[in-house]
């Protein structure tokens, strides 16, 4: 809309701009077709304004009026150069207020747009949460390791996947678990390997969800692949190596990592070394091994801000 505008207010001002030339030159030729007129007849005036024209029949008194025959050609000259400066004016005053305009209101939705997303994330992985008292806050934190790893990484690999995405991602990462029956999902002792194959499902179950949402349907990959393993042995498509996103790389240590640490209805947590421990051991086979270096980096700085564990 605004270029259609825009494109339509330049014509017109080339438009008035080259009427005014034209009318400029108009005003450049009279004006020397008056000055030859003028050579080819010898004039003479008094002080009272009485001018004596000479020519070889006789000699006669011509009065002649002060105002030019060209002074209507000055009025419209004039009054076309004052268009055009209004023109150039209200143009210039419509071009700031419509920029001033466009700041103003375009920035304000994109922080409500932020703040509303926000607003949708921590919402649904609320639900999970209601759902499950067991995972109170393992959301927020396995976001939270996940950043911390996010931070130890190469530029050129942040390049590739945005903070926030891996945020969201890590906040939404177990959003499949509001499909799971609670009496599978609080059920107190191991699961029978019926009841496992829809825990599995989870997934993606989640990422199908997030993927409804249009703001969030490109972090969809972090949440199918969390469950997948670096040798092929996860789920739910036992994907192999850089075959897994980076977004579920990440994701699958962080998990995995506050998984061990908090007590869950079929066991009990254990220390944050131990759990550390183990994470370095599954490096090669469960993980990623450059992941684990860049956990390894975070935890020794103490950049994970690990809480303590359930037992304690």
Same mark, same amino acid.
């Given at each position: 809309m605004f270029s259609k505008i825009k494109a339509r207010l330049l014509f017109m001002t080339i438009l008035v701009c080259l009427l005014s030339t034209l009318l400029i030159y108009c005003f450049l030729l009279n004006? !020397?077709?008056?000055? !030859?007129?003028?050579?080819?007849?010898?004039? #003479?005036?008094?002080?009272?304004?009485?001018?004596? =024209?000479?020519?070889?029949?006789?000699? +006669? !008194? =011509?009065?002649? #009026?002060? %105002? #030019? %025959?060209?002074h209507w050609m000055h009025c419209l000259y004039c009054g076309i150069n004052l268009i055009v400066g209004v023109l150039g004016i209200c143009?210039?005053?419509?071009?700031?207020?419509?920029?001033?305009?466009?700041?103003?209101?375009?920035? %304000?939705?994109?922080?409500?747009?932020?703040?509303?997303?926000?607003?949708?994330?921590?919402?649904?992985?609320?639900?999970? !949460?209601?759902?499950?008292?067991?995972?109170?806050?393992?959301? +927020?934190?396995?976001?939270?390791?996940?950043?911390?790893?996010?931070?130890?990484?190469? +530029?050129?690999?942040?390049?590739?996947? %945005?903070?926030?995405?891996?945020r969201y991602a890590g906040l939404l990462h177990d959003i499949g678990k509001v499909a799971i029956p609670d009496l599978i999902l609080q059920k107190e002792g191991k699961l029978t390997p019926e009841e496992y194959e829809i825990v599995k499902l989870h997934p993606t179950t989640g990422a199908d969800m997030v993927e409804q949402i249009e703001s969030l349907a490109h972090i969809s990959r972090g949440i199918r692949y969390h469950h997948e393993r670096w040798d092929g042995r996860g789920y739910p498509h036992q994907l192999k190596g850089e075959q897994i996103p980076l977004m579920g790389r990440i994701l699958a240590v962080a998990d995995t990592f506050d998984a061990m640490i908090s007590t869950r209805s079929y066991r009990q947590a254990v220390s944050a070394q131990t759990a550390y421990e183990e994470v370095l051991r599954c490096s090669h086979t469960q993980f990623d091994p450059q992941i684990v270096e860049y956990f390894k980096k975070a935890y020794e700085k103490g950049a994970l801000q690990v809480k303590k564990p359930d037992f304690e």
């Open positions: 004006h !020397e077709i008056q000055i !030859e007129n003028a050579r080819d007849t010898w004039l #003479s005036a008094d002080t009272s304004g009485t001018i004596w =024209v000479e020519s070889d029949r006789q000699q +006669e !008194e =011509v009065h002649v #009026s002060h %105002p #030019s %025959p060209l143009g210039a005053f419509w071009m700031y207020r419509w920029k001033k305009g466009s700041h103003s209101e375009t920035h %304000p939705e994109t922080t409500l747009s932020e703040n509303g997303l926000d607003q949708i994330v921590r919402s649904l992985y609320l639900a999970v !949460e209601m759902k499950d008292s067991y995972t109170a806050g393992h959301t +927020e934190r396995v976001a939270q390791y996940a950043l911390a790893i996010y931070d130890q990484m190469d +530029e050129s690999q942040k390049r590739m996947l %945005p903070r926030d995405d891996l």
